[in-house]
């Protein structure tokens, strides 16, 4: 016997767990761990935050490098939230650094600052769009596999970046967009780039807590083939989040535009690296069917005060990619034994 639309839909968020207690009891133990996962990075956060203090306490906690940290969380931030719902869908976007790239380059050449602030906003967001277009059309409706796909276009928009400034940094003439990032331009203390990255966080929240939308996009994460068998077209659901990847890179670039003041082929590089990391140590699975915007957010934080530190104390760069690559290995094998918990 054929199935009710309408309850194909409600059993959609039951597709993605195996067995789920009735009552409520599998939701509690989920929200009640994401609360103690948040309360975690907090507290790590604080402990970061304690030894800026103590290492270098006139440079770290000077207001004027908080604001720095905040602002340099707020490009790679706009970047992780679109990540964050890529890979709650199980899947991955290896591109977003050289998307960045190629929207910051091309939103600076001289032909497009002849339009102005309007100009330089729109290139840049409507290059990011049209990359995530291109991956989502070959990875959902082409079958190629996230990484590869992704792949293919990191190296693509890299090499169209290089392309268009011929290894030169295109400096923006336009003072609209280079007022933003004086102090002149901040709002109660707070830099504006703080306060885009805090409206893309919220709406980010809301599309992922609030909508079908997110409760589509978990489903899809959780089990594609029930989520499809419950009504979900699943890869036109795909064909948005690339989009949505894309939309949160043009704006990044556009951010990184207004920080740096010029655009370089180099801009974004292994902010795929930041933005994968940053949403696995905050509590989104990296296999699908959970993610949390709060935590991502968290994360950022993470990562960009742990660079901070590492700069103010003259410690190389190495050291720092050192640090990012066995903080990724330990959230993995967390999540690892988090999913196993729960199983058992």
């Keep these: 016997m054929t199935q009710p639309a309408s309850t194909a839909r409600q059993d959609a968020p039951a597709a993605t767990a195996k067995s789920a207690p009735a009552g409520g009891g599998w939701r509690r133990p989920l929200g009640l761990r994401a ?84 100009g330089i906003l729109f290139t840049a967001v409507i290059v990011g769009v049209g990359c995530g277009l291109v991956n989502g059309l070959l990875i959902a409706y082409g079958g190629m596999v996230p990484f590869i796909a992704t792949l293919a276009m990191l190296a693509s928009a890299r090499g169209l970046a290089l392309q268009i400034t ?61 989520a499809r068998l419950a009504g979900i077209d699943v890869r036109r659901q795909r064909l948005y989040l690339y989009l949505l990847s894309g939309l949160c890179c043009g704006i990044a670039a556009f951010m990184l535009i207004v920080l740096a003041g010029s655009g370089q082929n180099t801009n ?55 640090a990012k690559g066995a903080i990724i290995v330990a959230a993995v094998l967390v999540q690892r034994r988090t999913l196993r918990g729960g199983e058992a």
């Design 35 to 118: 609360d103690v996962r948040n309360l975690s990075l907090v507290g790590v956060l604080a402990v970061l935050v304690a030894v800026g203090g103590v290492t270098k306490p006139d440079e770290f906690l000077d207001a004027g490098n908080l604001q720095l940290v905040l602002t340099q969380a707020s490009v790679i931030g706009v970047v992780t939230v679109g990540m964050t719902f890529v890979i709650t869908s199980g899947g991955i976007d290896l591109s977003v650094g050289a998307i960045v790239a190629l929207a910051s380059v091309w939103a600076t050449t001289l032909a497009t600052q002849e339009y102005g602030f309007a």
């Design 166 to 226: 011929d290894g030169r940094t295109q400096i923006v003439t336009v003072n609209e967009v280079l007022d933003l990032g004086v102090k002149d331009a901040y709002i109660l203390g707070v830099p504006p780039l703080v306060l885009v990255f805090a409206a893309v966080t919220v709406v980010g929240w809301l599309l992922l807590n609030r909508t079908t939308f997110g409760r589509r996009t978990v489903a899809v994460g959780g089990n594609a083939e029930a």
């Design 268 to 322: 974004g590089n292994l902010y795929e690296l930041d933005a994968i990391a940053a949403a696995i140590i905050g509590g989104t699975l990296l296999s699908g069917g959970r993610g949390t915007i709060v935590g991502s957010v968290l994360g950022v934080l993470v990562f960009t005060t742990i660079t901070n530190i590492f700069a103010l104390n003259n410690l190389e760069t190495a050291v720092q990619q050192i």
